[in-house]
Structure formats: structure tokens, C-alpha cells
């Protein structure tokens, strides 16, 4: 099986930065896309941004120009810098992989829509 291991949340100031990571952990052969969500008390789970395989990406109106997704297929890792943090980004984050291709069991095997247990970051005014 594959597990996605988030880090990097916590608290921090308006105008502040921080960086979250996701590390998918196994014998991974590939990852198709990955991306962030994020969820506020009350709210639905929303996407974040999102980075294909080629590293093409896709960002929410909200962070755009704020926040960068990247990857490093090597270490299987993505990750979400985010800079001029505000409070409204205050929520859960969720790490997301649409499809892992690994090895078990003899075989090749894929899973799909796999998330992460989340990270809290907690802006303050």
C-alpha cells in the first residue's frame, strides 16, 4: 500500500510564510497528479492547487499569485509554499494524489484518490 505523509503546518502571522510538504511512502513506480486541499470549519473541502506529472499547475482564484505548488517525482514529495498568508487560509490541509502506480505482492498494482491525515494551518490577524 501507499501512504501520503503530510508536514510543514502550524501557526503563524498575517503577511507570513510557510511551506507544506507530502511525502507518498511504498514501492512507488509513478504518480499521475497531485494536489492541496483545504478545509475550513464549516466549509467544504476545496481545492488548492493541483501539478501534473509534466508539472503542469492549476491554482484557486483565492491563492493565485500567492501560493506555488511544485514536486519532486524523485523523492515522490509535493509541496505548497505559501507566501502573504492571510487568515482566511486558515484551514485543514490535505495532500491528494488522483493515481499511484506501485509494486507489491509480485505485481504491479494502482490506487486511486488517495489523501493525506491533513496538517492545520492557523493564520493569525
Known amino acids: 500500500q501507499v501512504q501520503l505523509v503530510e508536514s510543514g503546518g502550524g501557526l503563524v502571522q498575517a503577511g507570513g510564510s510557510l511551506r507544506l510538504s507530502c511525502a507518498a511512502s511504498?514501492?512507488?513506480?509513478?504518480?499521475?497528479?497531485m494536489g492541496w486541499y483545504r478545509q475550513a470549519p464549516g466549509k467544504q473541502r476545496e481545492l488548492v492547487a493541483d501539478?501534473?506529472?509534466?508539472?503542469?499547475?492549476n491554482y484557486a482564484d483565492s491563492v493565485k499569485g500567492r501560493f506555488t505548488i511544485f514536486r519532486d517525482n524523485a523523492k515522490n514529495t509535493v509541496y505548497l509554499q505559501m507566501n502573504s498568508l492571510k487568515p482566511e487560509d486558515t484551514a485543514v490541509y490535505y495532500c491528494?494524489?488522483?493515481?499511484?502506480?506501485?509494486?507489491?505482492?509480485?505485481?504491479?498494482?494502482?490506487?486511486?484518490?488517495?489523501w493525506g491525515q491533513g496538517t492545520q494551518v492557523y493564520v493569525s490577524s
Open positions: 501539478i501534473t506529472s509534466g508539472s503542469g499547475t
Open positions: 491528494n494524489v488522483d493515481r499511484v502506480r506501485y509494486y507489491s505482492g509480485g505485481a504491479y498494482r494502482n490506487e486511486y484518490h488517495l
Open positions: 511504498g514501492s512507488i513506480f509513478s504518480i499521475n497528479a
